[in-house]
């Protein structure tokens, strides 16, 4: 993707990057959008925002440079510039459209990996490929389609702050999100198979000539240039794939789904939009369609991981009583139903587990202060979903 570094006047750095000039629109919102997505979901990003100004407003800076043939460095001029910005849309009185990323405070360590630790890193001590944060974060890149999820778009930096030297981790480049695929529209296979097909698949797909055709080569994606390729309508998330096999998301359990499940449920109807509105289309007629398709994508989600498990949540224990929420039940994916309670006692120093004669109600059991309680939570005459409390 063609792009430069840009200094403003209060010296601050951004990375700057166009749409491509067959797509306006498509890549700046989608990185704009991203960036918003996943710092609602709890992880860091870098700021992101959309720049109009007109080339004329650009100047180059005496000790900018340019890498030119053969990879080497050289002094960069004006007829640069222009050549980076020549196929970039333009409107009538030819402003251009541009991604404007603030670079990120702090002393760049590299890209993390979603395997093993850093080794430069004491508080890294937990596998990637064992976080719930980065196994999680498959329904994540699954519900916004970000299919390049890959160690090259993180970044790691080292930063300062109350006294304390840390690394602090970024996921970064939002450009292939949606429907985009940063200079073109998303290739329909994407988020659909891996770019390297196992060879069994490949040689399948082969010998059938293509007559065996997939649900995603024939699904409508839409015509508008803004958004791209995006569909709701056969997404599957379990069945979504990045672009190559990530380790934390093929580690994934039915735990970390609903982990993540659970905070993408959480998103109103108009919270959804807002965000896509900071994508600023021209036409709202793109706001309009991504906006669906997200919704409908949310709601996949939700049905699909919500009926792996006992999407139990918000446990309390209110008048005696233990409360919690049945997800399912308040999304409307299912109607209300009972839960069987099996109350145990609980050794907290050897994890033995005493059955209570008589406990199945929702009242709690009385018991000596101090005490540690296990609600076992299931639905009657099922035994392989179920949710256990501890209480002290």
């Known amino acids: 993707t063609p792009g430069f570094r840009m200094v403003d006047s209060k010296g601050a750095i951004y990375f700057v990057k166009p749409d491509p000039r067959t797509n306006p629109e498509m890549a700046t919102a989608a990185d704009v959008i991203g960036s918003r997505f996943f710092y609602a979901f709890g992880y860091n990003t870098p700021e992101n925002y959309i720049l109009y100004l007109k ?4 100047s180059v800076g005496e ?23 020549r196929d970039v849309p333009r409107k009538a009185d030819g402003t251009i459209r541009l991604l404007a990323s603030a670079a990120i405070k702090g002393e760049p360590l590299g890209p993390f990996r979603y395997e093993k630790v850093r080794r430069d890193d004491p508080n890294d001590t937990v596998r990637h490929e064992l976080r719930r944060d980065l196994r999680g ?16 778009n993180s970044l790691d930096v080292l930063v300062e702050q109350d006294g304390r030297t840390f690394v602090r981790h970024y996921l970064i480049d939002f450009g292939a999100i949606l429907g985009s695929d940063s200079d073109m529209p998303k290739n329909a296979r994407f988020g659909n198979e891996f770019v390297i097909p196992k060879p069994k698949a490949a040689l ?19 015509d508008r240039k803004a958004v791209g390729r995006l569909e709701s309508k056969i997404f599957n998330p379990e069945l979504w794939k990045s672009n190559y096999p990530n380790p934390a998301f093929l580690s994934r359990l039915p735990d970390d789904e609903f982990w993540a499940a659970k905070q993408v449920m959480a998103f109103r109807d108009e919270e959804i ?3 896509v509105e900071m994508g600023q289309y021209s036409d709202l007629r793109a706001v309009d369609y991504i906006t669906k398709a997200l919704i ?27 409360r919690f929420e049945d997800l399912a039940v308040q999304h409307g994916f299912t109607e209300p139903r009972q839960f069987s309670i099996a109350w145990a006692s609980f050794d907290n120093a050897t994890g033995r587990v005493t059955a209570m004669s008589g406990e199945n109600t929702p009242r709690v059991p009385a018991v000596a202060s101090g005490s540690y309680l296990a609600a076992v939570i299931s639905l009657p005459g099922e035994d392989r979903r179920r949710v256990t409390a501890y209480l002290r």
Request: hydrophobic share 35%; net charge positive; with cysteine.
């Open 204 to 222: 399948s797909r082969m010998v059938a000539f293509g007559i065996d055709t997939k649900p995603w080569e024939t699904a409508d994606y839409g």
């Open 55 to 58: 080339p004329e407003d650009l």
């Open 273 to 275: 939009r807002a965000i």
């Open 137 to 152: 974060l498959h329904v994540f890149c699954a519900w916004v389609n970000h299919t390049d999820a890959k160690s090259i």
């Open 63 to 85: 000790d900018a440079s340019i890498k030119g043939l053969n990879d080497k460095k050289r002094p960069m001029n004006r007829r640069d510039l222009n050549d980076i910005l």
């Open 296 to 322: 409908e994508r949310r709601d996949r989600i939700g049905r699909t991981y919500f009926a792996k498990v006992l999407p139990l949540d918000r446990f309390r224990v209110e008048g005696e009583q233990l």
